[in-house]
């Protein structure tokens, strides 16, 4: 057993332990970020790799809410933007040590920003400068980033949620119940994705999603270029429409999100279209038709906008099946490092060529 697949056994777990957290002897830092997110005259969200991603879902509940939020890429940002004064930002960071982060920080103190910082690291460097620190307490992965990633969304999801007095004990016991019940489902969705042709070392992938589900579609990208070394394509379902569906031809592969409510309808015909068009289709959604695409992976029942909590796990899942079927090993990094601390060139003293 590869040890990114004992990170996705594990993966319920810390995710329970981190809402659980969160919600409880977190509880105070929490209402203290809220305070500070209802002053705010403007909110950014920060991250790179898969905090970025985990971004995608975080201010997906700020838009929702008619609370904007602005999504940063790290570098970006720190090359290239400008901090509006007296902004909040919520930085996402598993170490808190990434070098862009930590180079950010004082561009931040110099506007007056206040900083939330969700971290797995109350020691790091991000933690010691933000105002508040959000602690995931999640175990760290291996390599690539499972519980990391969709711990730091939970957690990102529930600050949102706080900041509009939407996160009670109700809402605590349907996501536990979930993440429970995906923990059950593991072992099945693994033998549905390995069973199925839909994996493929050299068909090309696109990962299509909406909503919060847009960070597990961009996590997925970028797990299988990290365990399966193959690149892969993600961008929203309906960006996907406005042109680049001219790529689609017999033998591709697509993974599509599909919401609980909302577009489901609209999801569902494009479902059967790519079908049609010869496309190898992986669903995953709640409740969805036993022939909605060629692998149709079933989720527990979840609050509409937290599905995208364990509608991570099943791709997951895929890129660690991929990565066997290719014989890469997933549990090792042939270029990156596990925490990047400098910036420019990719081949450092202990690459092996």
Request: hydrophobic share 45%; charged share 20%.
């Amino acid at each position: 057993m590869t040890k990114f697949y004992t990170d996705i056994l594990k993966e319920p777990a810390e995710l329970s332990k981190s809402l659980t957290y969160t919600v409880g002897p977190g509880r105070p830092a929490l209402q203290k970020a809220t305070d500070i997110l209802k002053k705010a005259p403007f909110v950014y969200v920060v991250g790179i790799g898969s905090s970025w991603s985990a971004g995608l879902a975080v201010t997906s509940f700020f838009n929702a809410a008619g609370r904007p939020a602005i999504l940063c890429e790290a570098s970006e940002w720190l090359h290239f933007g400008e901090v509006t004064r007296n902004a909040v930002v919520i930085v996402l960071s598993r170490s808190g040590k990434s070098t862009e982060i930590v180079k950010l920080l004082p561009k931040l103190s110099e506007r007056g920003a206040r900083i939330i910082a969700i971290t797995n690291t109350p020691e790091s460097p991000l933690a010691q400068q933000a105002d508040v620190v959000l602690n995931m307490v999640a175990a760290f992965d291996h390599a690539v980033s499972v519980s990391m990633y969709s711990a730091m969304a939970l957690v990102g999801g529930l600050l949102a949620c706080a900041t509009e007095g939407k996160v009670d004990d109700a809402l605590t016991a349907k996501l536990k119940v979930a993440i429970a019940e995906a923990g059950t489902r593991l072992d099945a969705w693994k033998q549905q994705i390995e069973a199925s042709n839909w994996l493929d070392t050299k068909a090309p992938l696109y990962l299509l999603a909406r909503g919060a589900s847009l960070g597990s579609g961009n996590e997925g990208r970028l797990l299988w270029e990290e365990a399966a070394k193959l690149p892969a394509t993600a961008m929203p379902i309906g960006g996907f429409r406005h042109g680049p569906q001219e790529v689609i031809r017999e033998g591709m592969c697509i993974a599509l999100w599909i919401e609980l409510e909302g577009t489901r309808t609209q999801d569902l015909a494009l479902a059967a279209d790519l079908r049609k068009l010869g496309v190898k289709l992986l669903a995953i959604g709640q409740d969805l038709p036993a022939r909605a695409a060629d692998v149709v992976i079933q989720l527990p029942s979840i609050p509409a906008e937290w599905q995208y909590v364990v509608d991570i796990i099943p791709i997951q899942i895929a890129a660690e099946c991929l990565s066997r079927r290719r014989n890469q090993d997933c549990d090792r990094f042939r270029l990156c490092q596990y925490i990047v601390e400098d910036e420019g060139g990719l081949i450092g003293p202990d690459t092996k060529l």
